[in-house]
């Protein structure tokens, strides 16, 4: 049984779309053990709790810098000690020293094509802003693994989406989200728990 830690910041539709899979049997051999959020008004924290789910909130606001924060953040995930920590619409900046801890073993769900808009103030609404300022005709979303880099970690899967004429940033955050990361993060969880997937020299490759 793989043992995941999902951190969230918001609305936690990723969230919902991994309990929703489990649920269905779409993700197998997984059991979500704690959810934790940054933010005391993430919707994502009230999904956890209506499951049953232990909800931790862990503000940076509770502690004195950001060092202490990222000692504090570390030790509870290390308290926790998943199998998997699964990043999903996390907006903050993960620890290295819990990067260290848990090489390839952390994942995170991205809303764009990575290596294109990603990286520093690349995050939620914000890509799909930058997408529909650039003009590119599509984008999509990532799963990777998390390394020291930013968005930079081993890539799992993408799914690409249509960029349409009259699109807001909200309107094509929302096809993002149906058409990919829904799709993606569920099934790179149910391939981890399933042993599928390996790293090898960088790279993700499927075995089986
Ligand atoms: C998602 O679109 C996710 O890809 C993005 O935040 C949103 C969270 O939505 N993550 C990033 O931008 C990470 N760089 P949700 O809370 O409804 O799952």
């Known amino acids: 049984m793989l043992r995941i830690v999902v951190c969230v910041s918001g609305g936690g539709t990723n969230l919902q779309a991994i ?46 810098d950001r060092e202490a924060y990222h000692e504090a953040l570390t030790a509870k995930v290390c ?5 998997l920590v699964v990043l999903a619409g996390f907006l903050v900046r993960i620890p290295p020293q819990l990067v260290e801890k848990f090489s390839n073993r952390i994942i995170n769900i991205h809303p764009s094509l990575i290596p294109s808009f ?14 529909l300022e650039r003009g590119v005709k599509v984008t999509g979303a990532t799963v990777h693994f998390v390394n020291e880099g930013m968005d930079e970690g081993p890539i ?5 989406v249509e ?46």
């Open 118 to 131: 990603c990286g520093v103030g690349y995050y939620g609404l914000k890509v799909h802003e930058k997408v």
């Open 156 to 160: 799992i899967s993408q799914r690409a």
């Open 79 to 83: 308290d926790l000690a998943p199998d």
């Open 19 to 64: 309990l929703d899979a489990i649920e269905q049997g779409k993700i197998t051999n997984t059991e979500v053990t704690a959810v934790i959020s940054n933010n005391a008004n993430a919707r994502a924290l009230e999904r956890a709790r209506l499951k049953g789910i232990p909800a931790i909130l862990m503000s940076p606001k509770e502690y004195p």
């Open 163 to 208: 960029v349409e004429e009259n699109d807001t940033p909200e309107i094509l955050q929302r096809r993002v989200m149906e058409e990919a990361e829904w799709v993606l993060l569920p099934k790179a969880i149910d391939d981890i728990a399933n042993g599928r997937i390996r790293v090898v020299d960088n790279k993700v490759l499927r075995c089986g």
